[in-house]
């Protein structure tokens, strides 16, 4: 069965840089697409980033400009580069996949960041 691998949350002050890792296993095929998701305490869960199995990419305004959605074909793996985090950046952040010939999305098990002084 697929599961997916997040890791690289953890504590770091505001201004400083996190990259989240997000990796399928128990599976042969590629990633198509990806992206994540985060929900911070008290608020609802909100797209982050995306990026389309042509390696196109959106980002949610308030990440635009400090968060980089990428692939690495070789490893199977996705990549969330995180710079110049803010304490309104803290939250859960789940990564899903979707893999080459499948509809289906799988999802991360979430990792927490946090950003305090």
């Known amino acids: 069965q697929v599961q997916v691998v997040e890791s690289g949350g953890g504590l770091v002050q505001p201004g400083g840089s996190l990259r989240l890792s997000c990796a399928p296993s128990?599976?042969?095929?590629?990633?198509?697409?990806a992206g994540w998701y985060r929900q911070a305490p008290g608020k609802q869960r909100e797209p982050v980033a995306h990026?389309?199995?042509?390696?196109?990419?959106n980002y949610a305004d308030s990440v635009k400009g400090r968060f980089t959605i990428s692939r690495d074909n070789a490893e199977n793996t996705v990549y969330l580069q995180m710079n110049s985090l803010k304490p309104e950046d803290t939250a859960v952040y789940y990564c899903?996949?979707?893999?080459?010939?499948?509809?289906?999305?799988?999802w991360g098990q979430g990792t927490q960041v946090t950003v305090s002084s």
């Open positions: 128990g599976t042969i095929n590629s990633i198509n697409s």
């Open positions: 990026i389309t199995s042509g390696g196109s990419t």
């Open positions: 899903y996949v979707r893999l080459a010939g499948s509809m289906t999305a799988y």
